[in-house]
C-alpha cells in the first residue's frame, strides 16, 4: 500500500512527518515456509509515546495510525496473510471525550483515506466488535469499506473497536442457548469448534503470534479464546516506534518457538 500518511488538519496538533520505512524485502535471516500466518497486534503506548516528547495524547494516536498502515503493508510485502489489531475496547470508553471522540474520528479518516489503497492491493477489512454504540458516520464509514472489500484476498486485516473478549463469549454462547431453546440443536451438539464458529473472528484461523507493545505483560481481554495457543511477544517498544525491524525481531523470535501445541 503507498498511499499518503492520513493528515487530519487540526491547529492544535503539531504536525509531524511519518517515519521512513525500510526492509520491503522478506529479511535473509527469516524462514519464509515458517512465518505466522495470522498476526493479533495489541497496539499499547500511544499515549506515554505521546507525554514523553510533550505533546498531547492524541498525537500519538496519530503518530500510532502510521505505525499501523506501514505494518499492515509489511505483511503484505512479506507473505503474511491475517492481521488483527486491538484499536478500540469496551474499557477504553472511561477515557476523557476529547481522547475518545479523536479515535472516532481517526478511526473514520482512517477508513475512508486508505480504501482506495485497500481496494488496490487486495485488503479484506473486517472490523470486530458492538458497533451499535460507534458514532453513525463511523459506522457508515465502516460499512463502505468492508463492503467494498469484501471480495478481496490479500491480507485479511481484522480491527477490533469496542471489542471485550468476555462479551463476544458471553454473546456466542447466548445465541447457542437460544438455538437450544428453540431445538435447533442440543446441548450435546456444543464443542469447542461450535463456540469458535460464534465469534466474531469465525472465519479466521486462532492467531500464531500475539505482540503486545509498551512492555505491559497482559492481554487486556482480547481474544481471550483465540489466543489459546498464540505465542506471545512482548516489547518494550512504544507501538508508535514500532516499525519493520521491530516487527523483524518478534517474528524471529517467532521462529525460535517450538510449538508443541500441548504436546511433547
Not at 498502515?69 to 475496547?89: E, H, M, N, P, Q
Not at 479484506?124 to 463511523?138: I, T, W
Request: proline share 5%; with cysteine.
Amino acid at each position: 500500500m503507498n498511499s499518503p500518511p492520513l493528515t487530519i488538519h487540526n491547529p492544535l496538533i503539531p504536525q509531524m512527518t511519518p517515519k521512513t520505512t525500510s526492509l520491503i524485502e522478506l529479511p535473509a535471516d527469516l524462514d519464509g515456509t515458517r512465518l505466522p500466518q495470522h498476526v493479533a497486534v495489541i497496539m499499547d503506548g500511544n499515549g506515554r509515546w505521546a507525554k514523553q516528547r510533550g505533546f498531547p495524547r492524541i498525537m500519538g494516536h496519530r503518530r500510532g495510525a502510521d505505525a499501523l498502515r506501514d505494518l499492515l503493508r509489511c505483511c503484505k510485502d512479506w507473505g503474511i496473510s491475517a492481521l488483527t489489531v486491538y484499536a478500540f475496547s469496551t474499557e477504553n470508553w472511561g477515557r476523557s471525550i476529547e481522547e475518545v471522540d479523536f479515535l472516532m474520528t481517526l478511526f473514520e479518516n482512517l477508513f475512508q483515506a486508505e480504501l482506495k489503497e485497500m481496494i488496490a492491493e487486495e485488503v479484506k477489512l473486517a472490523v470486530v466488535g458492538n458497533l451499535d454504540n460507534v458514532p453513525s458516520s463511523l459506522y457508515s464509514a465502516i460499512d463502505r469499506a468492508r463492503t467494498a472489500t469484501q471480495s478481496n484476498h490479500g491480507v485479511r486485516f481484522t480491527v477490533a473497536i469496542n471489542y471485550g473478549g468476555r462479551q463476544e463469549i458471553v454473546r456466542a454462547c447466548q445465541t447457542i442457548a437460544n438455538q437450544v431453546q428453540q431445538g435447533l440443536i442440543k446441548s450435546t451438539d456444543i464443542d469447542e469448534s461450535m463456540l469458535s464458529q460464534h465469534l466474531h473472528t469465525a472465519d479466521l484461523p486462532d492467531p500464531d503470534l500475539l505482540i503486545r507493545t509498551s512492555g505491559e505483560m497482559r492481554i487486556s481481554n482480547f481474544l481471550l479464546w483465540q489466543l489459546a495457543y498464540a505465542e506471545f511477544y512482548v516489547t518494550d517498544t512504544l507501538w508508535p516506534d514500532f516499525d519493520r525491524r521491530a516487527f523483524h525481531q518478534a517474528l524471529l523470535n517467532y521462529q525460535q518457538r517450538h510449538r508443541r501445541f500441548g504436546k511433547v
